[in-house]
Structure formats: structure tokens, C-alpha cells
Antibody
Framework: QVQLVQSGAEVKKPGASVKVSCKAS????????ISWVRQAPGQGLEWMGW????????YYAQELQGRLTMTTDTSTSTAYMELRSLRSDDTAVYYC???????????WGQGTLVTVSS | EIVLTQSPGTLSLSPGERATLSCRAS???????LAWYQQKPGQAPRLLIY???SRATGIPDRFSGSGSGTDFTLTISRLEPEDFAVYYC?????????FGQGTRLEIK
């Protein structure tokens, strides 16, 4: 069965960076795109960007460009999301999600809480 | 960027009743690439509907989606206790993919 297992919770200081991993299993990693979505406490879902499992192409939300990098390691079927220059409003649960062939988000990781606090 | 506006913000209904949730897009959604997700507290979202009207695997048939262009609807025909949650629409026909702000479905 398809599973996306994310790395554990992180606490970071403002200005630091965080890198969250998303290890995929149960399917051929290169066949699907991974999107990243975040959710601030008590708020809605915010799409951050996607990365192709096939060729590593990326697309980032405009407001995060310059601070966000998504990568993959096909040898371990793992996707990574790195966010730099963290601010308090980056505090959120970060999710990875595997896109279906039509790009809807069929499988989700369990979420990783990133807390940014001095 | 396509902005999605969901209404109502909160919907209070009783088990057994019918729920109708709306999602309106600021411009036409390409190819009816519109999805609905359910999210319960402390859980990741779950895909309910894709392509505006197709149920995802394992989703009960009391959930149905309809619409095209800029107006979409999620209908839950007879509410079960486990259906009370927050629902989000999402368009994925163009990047950036965007979500609506959510509709909270609460027990009356």
C-alpha cells in the first residue's frame, strides 16, 4: 500500500532553516509528483509547491520563492522540503502529498509540525 | 492565481440531514480539475472527490460532487456522525494549485 512517512517535529529559531523529509513506499517513486502543503495552527491549507518524482522539476508558490527548495533522492524514494530564513508565521504543520495522474492529492503524509520561536 | 471562495463558513446540521457546500472560483477551472477534501482534527486531509464529480477510492456514495466552470458543489446526502469535519475545495488545473478557505460542518 502507498505510504508517505514524514520526519519528526522541529523547533527552530527565527532566521534558521528547516528540512523536512517524506519517504515514499508502495509505488514507483518516479511515476508521481509530490506536492507540499502547510497548515498554520487553526488555519486552512496552503499549497507550497510541487516536485516531479520523474525529473526533479519544481514549481513553487510565488510568495515562497527564494526561501523554498524541494528536492528528491530517487535512490531512497524520498522527497525533501527545505525552507530558509524562517519567521514566526512559518509555524505550521507541513504535509507532503502524492499527486494522482490528474494531479489531485490522493495520498498524504502524517504531517510534520515546525515551530518557529525565539 | 485562481481564488476559491467556499460558503458557508460554518454549516450546522443534524445527522441524517443533507449538506450542501459551495465552492466558487475567481476564473474558470481548467478541465474541471476541482477536488474536495475532508479534514478531521489532528489528521491529514482525505481526498473525497476529484475531477469535480468522481469519488475517490473507498468514499461512500453519500458524497457527491457537481459543477463546472466557476461553480462547484459538494453534497452529502445523509449525514453520518463521522462526516462532521472541515471540507476544502482545491483547483489543480493550473499552478499555483489553490485551496478554498474551508467549510466547517458541525453538529447542530
Amino acid at each position: 500500500q502507498v505510504q508517505l512517512v514524514q520526519s519528526g517535529a522541529e523547533v527552530k529559531k527565527p532566521g534558521a532553516s528547516v528540512k523536512v523529509s517524506c519517504k515514499a513506499s508502495g509505488y514507483t517513486f518516479s511515476s508521481n509528483t509530490i506536492s507540499w502543503v502547510r497548515q498554520a495552527p487553526g488555519q486552512g491549507l496552503e499549497w507550497m509547491g510541487w516536485i516531479s518524482g520523474y525529473n526533479g522539476n519544481t514549481y513553487y508558490a510565488q510568495e515562497l520563492q527564494g526561501r523554498l527548495t524541494m528536492t528528491t533522492d530517487t535512490s531512497t524514494s524520498t522527497a525533501y522540503m527545505e525552507l530558509r530564513s524562517l519567521r514566526s508565521d512559518d509555524t505550521a504543520v507541513y504535509y507532503c502529498a502524492r499527486e494522482r495522474y490528474d494531479s489531485s492529492f490522493e495520498y498524504w503524509g502524517q504531517g510534520t509540525l515546525v515551530t518557529v520561536s525565539s | 492565481e485562481i481564488v476559491l471562495t467556499q460558503s458557508p463558513g460554518t454549516l450546522s446540521l443534524s445527522p441524517g440531514e443533507r449538506a450542501t457546500l459551495s465552492c466558487r472560483a475567481s476564473q474558470s477551472v481548467s478541465g474541471s480539475y476541482l477536488a474536495w477534501y475532508q479534514q478531521k482534527p489532528g489528521q491529514a486531509p482525505r481526498l473525497l472527490i476529484y475531477g469535480a464529480s468522481s469519488r475517490a477510492t473507498g468514499i461512500p456514495d453519500r458524497f457527491s460532487g457537481s459543477g463546472s466552470g466557476t461553480d462547484f458543489t459538494l453534497t452529502i446526502s445523509r449525514l453520518e456522525p463521522e462526516d462532521f469535519a472541515v471540507y476544502y475545495c482545491q483547483q489543480y488545473g493550473s499552478s499555483p494549485r489553490t485551496f478554498g478557505q474551508g467549510t466547517r460542518l458541525e453538529i447542530k
